[in-house]
């Protein structure tokens, strides 16, 4: 691939003015979705008994046929890819959303949740570090505060002492596989977008690429259909409701999938990746209050206290937000190439 940035006239677009305000309005929706659709996820596994790389395969499927769709019919010209964006489509598509899902899976079949939530949300941390030391971004020390507390916080939101006294090696890897995935999927679209990519043919080629590598990884023709086949209950305070397997599927692909990602990758043309990143450390915090209000889950004093320094983590970091109005928009955070991307992530991923 060329060094230069490319972008194919039919994609090039006068960029958003950066609004903040939007920005984080639109990462906290992303969030909230995410939050219930961890529930709605649960209820589909512990309920339908689908796997969980069954239920990460028709996420990718569902989502890159609804937007390869949309994109289509509405903006058929934004489909138009040139051979030297090839490459970096499908490290995104895999790496940054296939890879996020299936280590996370491999993480926590190995450690208890709560280790493993607390591994996967170093990825702000990656994040900051390949501003401050790769692109030169000014990372100011109030925003490092903010990631410490914030991981301060989760680690009492998932109560990461009720872990065991060993990690399993293979679990702690994977977990640290999943946050750099994570870290790469929001950096490699901040570059897309700031190239001339709009936000849903970026996804679009994405979750194809995806799709693709589950369909290697898992067969569709030795999809279990039974197992979505009928109606199942909704548990907890609602276990006397049934719905369709398939409605929840379609949920799960609409409302949290397609939806929230548009939302946080939209976002990027408004709010830097280091502090995305931050706020989306809400995610267990809201999943958890969720599971308190619908499945009945128990919700501890310092798992309370735990989420409120959570978001006094996500407020510190995004009262940063008024000091950084003098600097460029896009200026430090330019990627220099796809092929540093892909050599940087080779060597290390809700």
Known sequence: ?????????????????????????????????????????????????????????????????????????????????????????????????????????????????????????????????????????????????????????????VELWGGGSSLDGLGVLACLVTALAYAAYVLMAERELERGRDVYSLLAWGFTFATLFWAVLQPWWSFPWEQVDGSVSLLGRLDDVTVPVWLLLAYIVVLGTVVPFVLLVSALHHVPATRVTIVAMLEPVLAAIVAWVWLGEELAAVQIAGGLIVLAGVVLAQTARTEDRGIPHEDPRKMQTDVAISRDLASGSP
């Open 1 to 157: 691939m060329a060094d230069a940035p490319f972008a194919p006239p039919a994609l090039e677009s006068k960029r958003p003015v950066p609004r903040p305000a939007l920005g984080y309005a639109l990462v906290w929706s992303a969030v909230v979705l995410w939050s219930l659709n961890a529930v709605v996820a649960k209820v589909v596994l512990d309920s339908a008994g689908l796997s969980s790389l069954r239920l990460a395969e028709v996420r990718a499927t569902g989502s890159a046929l609804i937007l390869l769709v949309i994109v289509a019919a509405l903006w058929p010209a934004r489909l138009r890819v040139h051979r030297r964006e090839l490459l970096f489509l499908a490290v995104f598509g895999i790496l940054g959303l296939a890879f996020v899902q299936l280590f996370y899976f491999v993480g926590i079949r190995r450690l208890d949740i709560g280790i493993a939530l607390v591994i996967n949300y170093l990825a702000p941390v990656f994040v900051a570090l390949w501003a401050r030391f790769y692109v030169h971004e000014p990372v100011r020390r109030r925003l490092w505060f903010a990631i410490a507390l914030s991981l301060l916080g989760l680690s009492l939101v």
